[in-house]
């Protein structure tokens, strides 16, 4: 597969997997696309550090990195107002109603760059980048979770973990070792004899 059909590609299932999260957000679908947003998330590995030589290729897969990671910031924060108790799926619909999402959806107008459509995901993502630290902790708490479930994954044991579960499990730990270290505590995953676990220390300054 040449550098064209591998950036069609992308673009594909980046759409594919926006229109699942839409389904997700407005309560069609039970099930956040967990799985199939993590094979997208390795065609952009892939593609990092990996630009095509020809300017008009990379200039498309530019655009296409850059929407990728406005809406990835936009589901991250809707699914932290679901697990908040503050996400209205009532707004979610409107705002599909009034084609706020359209051009998401649709990966948006050829234009790559400077487009209206690419101009409303960033400003949702400065948005959602002003929600302040609660926002934060929820997208490290998400990328500690896909460490955590993609580590037991690679030792065979078993993945259906409840988000919510595990979110809560992770900020009572926190909180009872930083009353007791007296700092901010952060986590990271580690395989010790097979078992997928996570480790706790304080952080520096």
């Known amino acids: 597969m040449n550098n064209e059909q591998q950036i069609s590609e992308f673009e594909s299932k980046m759409r594919e997997l926006t229109v699942l999260y839409e389904h997700y957000f407005s309560g069609l679908n039970k099930r956040e696309p967990f799985s199939e947003r993590q094979q997208l998330q390795k065609l952009v590995l892939h593609f990092s550090g990996r630009r095509p030589n020809n300017t008009q290729l990379a200039f498309r897969l530019s655009a296409l990195l850059s929407r990728y990671e406005a809406i990835s910031r936009f589901w991250d924060r809707t699914m932290l107002e679901i697990e908040k108790g503050t996400y209205k799926r009532d707004r979610f619909k409107a705002d599909i109603r009034i084609g706020r999402l359209d051009d998401i959806k649709h990966g948006g107008p050829r234009k790559p760059l400077g487009s209206e459509a690419l101009e409303r995901v960033q400003s949702t993502a400065h948005r959602s980048e002003q929600a302040g630290q609660a926002e934060r902790e ?45 700092g901010d505590v952060g986590f990271r995953v580690v395989v010790e004899e097979g078992k997928t676990k996570l480790k706790a220390a304080k952080r520096k300054g």
């Open 138 to 182: 929820g997208r490290e708490l998400r990328k500690l979770y896909r460490e955590f479930v993609e580590a037991r994954r690679s030792t065979r044991e078993q993945t259906q973990i409840d988000f919510k579960k595990f979110s809560k499990t992770v900020r009572t730990q926190r909180k009872n070792l930083q009353q007791r270290l007296g």
